[in-house]
C-alpha cells in the first residue's frame, strides 16, 4: 500500500485519485502538502479552521474542460455560487473564464475583479427589480428568465428607463430531464421551481421577440448537480435544441448559444468522476454545423477538488459504544454532510502511521446533525493534532453560517508554492456589527 493511501487510513477511499485530483502529497516527513505547500505550516500562520485552495489545481480543472471542448465554438461560464472567493475567481478571469451568476452580490463579485459583464449571464428564480436593474446597467452578456412573471417584472423595468441597447434574454428551460443526484441538488425535472416548462417556452420567445428592447440570445437548462452520467446532458440539450428549432420556425433567429447548465460531477470517495471529454463527445453532433455557441456552466468541477478545509481536534470522548472526535469545524463551516449525507474524506495533517479506528466526526455546533464523518476509519489522533477534510472547495465557504454566533472561517490561496490570505478569519465586531440591543432609541 502506498504511503498516500496508508495515510488516508480507510481501504474505501480512493486515495491516490483524491490526492491527484487535489495536488495534494504526503512529504517524507508526513505532512500534507496541497499544491506543493505545508498545510502544517499554512495552520500555524493562520489558525483554524481554515479553507485552503490550489490555484494550479483549479487552472488545471478549467484547462481540462476547456480543452475537451475546443473543438465546438463554446463558452465556460464558471458558477460562481460554487466557490466565489476573490482570488478563484480572478485565476478564473485570467483564463478567459466567463461567469455564471444568481445574485446581485455575486455580480458585484465578478465586475470587481474584471470580468468583462459581456461574459457574465444571470440565472435564478427570484431575481429582485434591484438585481435586474444592476445586470442591466452593465451591460450584462445574459438575463437566464425563469418565469413569465420574471419577463413581466423587465418589461415593467424597460418600460421606467431608458435603454440604449436591447437586453439579451435567455429562457432557462425546465427540460423535465430526471438525472441521478442527491435530491435538494436536482434542477432539471418537473414540478421542481426552476427554469420555464416546455410549453411555456413558445410564448415567451414571441413575447422577447416582440419588444426591441429585447434580443432573445439563448435557451438553457441546468439539470443539477454532481452529476456523472452524460446521458442527461444529451437528452436535456436534445430538447433544447427542439425548442430552438421550434422558435426558429417562428421567424425569431436572433439565438446565438444553447447553454447545457453545469452540473459535472467529482470523485469525492470512489465515484467515477464525469471527465469533460465524455460530455463533449455527447454534445459535439448535436449542435454540429447549427451555428450555435455551446455555453457551460461547471462549477464543482473546477474547484470542488481543489480545496481542503483544515481543522483541529479538541477532543475525544466515548459514548453510547461509539467514539467521537469532536474537531473546532462542524456545520457552520461545510454543511454538506449535514445537508446532503455528503462524503468527505478526513485525513491528518501530519501522518504518525498510528492504528486506525472508526469514529464520528463532529464539530461543537448543537445539533446532533452537527457531523463531518459518521462511523469513519481514522488515525487514533489527540486533541491539538489537526486533519484536513479534502474536497470541500465547492459549495464549502460559500455555504458557511453563523449559527451559534460562531465565525467564518479565512480562506487561503496556495499558487505557484506561496501562500495568501484572500479572506481573513471574521471577528466577533464584524457579526455584531449592526446590530442593536435597543431598537427603539438611536
Ligand atoms: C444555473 C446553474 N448553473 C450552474 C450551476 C453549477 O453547478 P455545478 O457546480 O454542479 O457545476 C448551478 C448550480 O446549482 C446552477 O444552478
New binding site residues.
Given amino acids: 500500500m502506498s504511503r498516500a493511501v496508508m495515510a488516508m487510513g480507510g481501504p474505501a477511499a480512493n486515495a491516490r485519485e483524491l490526492f491527484r485530483d487535489a495536488g495534494l502529497e504526503r512529504g517524507p516527513d508526513g505532512v500534507l502538502r496541497l499544491g506543493g505547500v505545508s498545510l502544517a505550516a499554512v495552520l500555524r500562520d493562520v489558525g483554524s479552521p481554515a479553507y485552503v485552495y490550489n490555484g494550479g489545481a483549479i487552472r488545471e480543472r478549467y484547462q481540462a474542460i476547456a480543452s475537451a471542448f475546443a473543438g465546438i465554438p463554446h463558452r465556460v ?1 464558471y ?1 460562481v ?2 466557490n466565489s472567493s476573490l482570488a478563484v475567481l480572478k485565476i478564473l478571469k485570467d483564463l478567459g473564464a466567463g461567469a ?1 451568476i ?1 445574485s446581485g452580490g455575486e455580480l458585484r463579485r465578478v465586475t470587481r475583479v474584471g470580468f468583462d459583464p459581456k461574459l457574465v449571464v444571470f ?2 428564480v427570484g431575481k429582485t427589480d434591484a438585481e435586474l436593474e444592476a445586470a442591466i446597467g452593465c451591460r450584462i452578456g445574459g438575463i ?1 428568465i425563469e418565469s413569465a412573471e420574471e419577463l413581466t417584472a423587465l418589461e415593467r423595468i424597460v418600460g421606467r428607463r431608458s435603454v440604449e441597447y436591447p437586453i439579451r434574454l435567455g429562457i ?1 428551460v425546465n427540460p423535465d430531464v430526471a438525472a441521478e443526484t442527491h435530491p435538494y ?1 436536482t ?1 432539471g425535472a418537473g414540478g421542481i421551481k ?1 427554469g420555464v416548462p416546455t410549453e411555456q417556452v413558445l410564448g415567451l420567445a414571441r413575447r422577447i421577440a416582440g419588444n426591441p428592447r429585447f434580443t432573445l440570445v439563448s435557451v ?1 437548462m ?1 439539470l ?4 456523472l452520467d452524460p446521458a442527461p446532458f444529451a437528452n436535456g440539450a436534445k430538447k433544447l435544441i427542439g425548442l430552438i428549432d421550434d422558435i426558429q420556425a417562428l421567424g425569431i433567429r436572433s439565438i446565438e448559444a444553447v447553454d447545457v ?5 467529482i470523485r469525492y470517495r470512489n465515484e467515477t468522476p464525469l471527465e469533460p471529454r465524455q460530455l463533449s463527445e455527447v454534445l459535439a453532433p448535436l449542435i454540429a454545423g447549427r451555428g450555435l455557441v455551446l455555453h457551460l ?6 474547484t ?1 477538488s481543489a480545496g481542503v478545509l483544515l481543522t483541529t481536534v479538541l477532543y475525544r470522548k466515548r459514548s453510547g459504544g461509539k467514539d467521537f472526535v469532536v474537531v473546532d469545524a462542524s456545520m457552520t463551516d461545510l454543511v454538506r454532510p449535514s445537508h446532503y449525507d455528503a462524503y468527505h474524506e478526513i485525513t491528518e495533517v501530519v501522518a504518525r502511521g498510528r492504528p486506525v479506528r472508526n469514529v464520528d466526526v463532529v464539530g461543537p455546533v448543537c445539533e446532533t446533525g452537527d457531523f463531518l464523518a459518521l462511523d469513519r476509519p481514522l488515525a487514533d489522533v489527540e486533541a491539538g493534532e489537526h486533519l484536513a477534510i479534502l474536497c470541500a472547495g ?2 464549502g465557504s460559500v455555504m458557511a453560517s453563523n449559527y451559534n454566533t460562531r465565525l467564518r472561517a479565512p480562506e487561503v490561496l496556495i499558487d505557484r508554492g506561496r501562500y495568501g490570505v484572500t479572506r481573513v478569519r471574521e471577528t466577533l465586531e464584524d457579526l455584531l456589527r449592526g446590530e442593536t440591543d435597543d431598537p427603539f432609541h438611536r
Fill in positions: 461560464h458558477a455560487k460554487s455564471d444568481v440565472s435564478g437566464n432557462r441538488i434542477t426552476f438553457a441546468h443539477g448537480s454532481q452529476l447548465g453545469g452540473g459535472l460531477g456552466e461547471p462549477g464543482r468541477f473546477v470542488g465547492a459549495y
